[in-house]
């Protein structure tokens, strides 16, 4: 069974920097390209980035891009995203998921159930 | 304002059908059937409900199903039940960008 668990979210002020994990197991991480999609208050669900498999490309929303930077480990099937120069508006629920295939990302399969950043002083 | 416009809420009575539409651009959806239906119950995961336009995984009922036409693509639940009550967000692949989602449509079982 796929899983998928986020870790490491929590409260932190405007400027301020974080880290989520997201542990993966039940299939082959390396294998699948695998996305943070958010979710902010009372809005829809943003696909903020997606790294391909392997030792594979990354990509962003325009509202991320140059603040975060997705990364994965292969070896402890662990996805990361790094939160740089965080905003109010990048208050969130912060999902993993794990996309279709290697490379591109057409559908998103497994998610996990999310964590809570808040951005706030 | 999100890349794909959805209804923001519709609603139907038990057993009767209802359709969730989404519309995007050449861009996106009409570019591929590169489409995607979740479910969302709120504090919970979502779930892919259809994939590539009209494909359902396996453990979905078929009483979800999908389809597209130019730039819009749907999504119809028939024999509506109470449990059905949840967000729905459709997605899409787009050129050269990552994908994109629409703002959800929330459904009432009445």
């Known amino acids: 069974e796929v899983q998928l668990v986020e870790s490491g979210g929590g409260l932190v002020q405007p400027g301020g920097s974080l880290r989520l994990s997201c542990a993966a197991s039940?299939?082959?991480?390396?294998?699948?390209?695998m996305s943070w999609v958010r979710q902010a208050p009372g809005k829809g669900l943003e696909c903020v980035s997606v790294i391909s498999g392997g030792d594979g490309g990354t990509d962003y929303a325009d509202s991320v891009k140059g603040r975060f930077t997705i990364s994965r480990d292969n070896s402890r099937k662990t996805l990361f995203l790094q939160m740089n120069s965080l905003r109010a508006e990048d208050t969130a629920v912060y999902y993993c998921a794990r996309s279709s295939g290697f490379a591109v990302t057409t559908y998103f399969d497994s998610w996990g159930l999310g964590s809570l950043v808040t951005v706030s002083s | 304002q999100s890349a794909l416009t959805q209804p923001a809420s519709v609603s139907g009575s038990p057993g009767q059908s209802i359709t969730i539409s989404c519309t995007g651009t050449s861009s996106d959806v009409g570019y591929s059937n590169y489409v995607s239906w979740y479910l969302h119950h709120p504090g919970k995961a979502p779930k892919l409900m259809i994939y590539?336009?009209?494909n359902r995984p396996s453990g979905v009922s078929n009483r979800f199903s999908g389809s597209k036409s130019g730039n819009t693509a749907s999504l119809t639940i028939s024999g509506l039940q109470a449990e059905d009550e949840a967000d729905f967000y459709c997605s899409s692949y787009r050129i050269n960008s990552i994908p994109v989602f629409g703002g959800g449509t929330k459904l009432t079982v009445l």
């Open positions: 590539d336009v009209s």
């Open positions: 039940g299939f082959n991480f390396r294998n699948y390209a």
